[in-house]
């Protein structure tokens, strides 16, 4: 049973480009999660993504957008690429409506540089 | 606003002693859920132990478990017997489920031969 993956593994960009971070859910999973972890600091949540549509936003500027696919996996954009957008970007999947606790099964995560 | 907070940056335990993370949160909701992930070098975030605020009972598993303080507001995690593969940034989290996870800032755990 494969876990949460996501790619690429470490990226490098400059100021000002657009980037694009893919995440596939843990199998049989249906919400997807967003976070930023900057250097030395928790991880930070961006946004949740469920049935194809945001459901909820961190405080995060609209540079950030997502997409989640009918299949479940999503996509991070990032759009003007700020020196402070330097990050590890964790994705998370989790199954809604089992009721009861819900747990979150984290990606190794992408590694972000910006220039 | 939620926020939790853990003000240790950094510990260190020799192998086979017990060692104590500390975290505070604040909170207004009543039901809630608190954990402690465990985040190695290879940064996946992996879940170590998860306490609900309604039940009284600290939660355990194996070599850890928690002292849950609900009117404290204080969630601390106690490894014992520690094992060079403890090593790793802990970070205590809250959720009200289905919802966001809020992070503290992490402590950095060491163990020593």
């Known amino acids: ?12 960009k400059t100021r000002g480009q657009q980037v694009t971070l893919r995440c596939s859910p843990k199998s049989g999973h249906d919400t997807v999660s ?14 949740q993504y469920y049935e194809e549509e945001e ?3 961190g405080n995060f500027p609209d540079r950030f957008s997502g997409h989640q696919f009918p299949n479940y996996s999503s996509e991070l954009n990032v759009n003007a690429l700020l020196l402070g957008d330097s990050a590890l970007y964790l994705c998370a999947s ?22 | 606003a939620q926020t939790v907070t853990q003000s240790q940056p950094e510990m260190s335990v020799q192998e086979a002693e017990t060692v104590t993370l ?4 604040d909170t207004s909701e009543s039901d809630y859920y608190l954990f402690w992930y465990k985040q190695p070098p290879s940064r996946q975030m992996i879940l170590v132990i998860r306490q609900e605020a309604y039940k009284q009972q ?11 303080q609900k009117a404290a507001k ?23 489920n289905t919802d966001k996870l809020i992070f503290g800032t992490g402590t950095r755990l060491q163990v020593f031969p």
């Open chain 2, 74 to 96: 204080s969630f601390s995690l106690k490894i014992s017997d520690s094992q060079l593969g403890d090593a790793a940034m802990y970070f205590c989290a809250y959720s009200t």
């Open chain 1, 34 to 47: 967003w976070y930023q972890q900057a250097l030395g600091q928790g991880p930070q949540f961006i946004f």
């Open chain 1, 1 to 12: 049973d494969a876990g949460v993956t996501q790619s690429p593994t470490h990226l490098i």
């Open chain 2, 58 to 68: 600290n939660a355990t598993e194996n070599r850890f478990s928690v002292n849950f």
């Open chain 1, 55 to 57: 459901r909820q936003r």
């Open chain 1, 94 to 115: 989790s199954l809604t409506g089992t009721g009861g606790f819900i747990e979150q099964y984290f990606g190794p995560g992408t590694r972000l540089t910006v220039t």
């Open chain 2, 22 to 25: 500390s975290c505070t949160y």
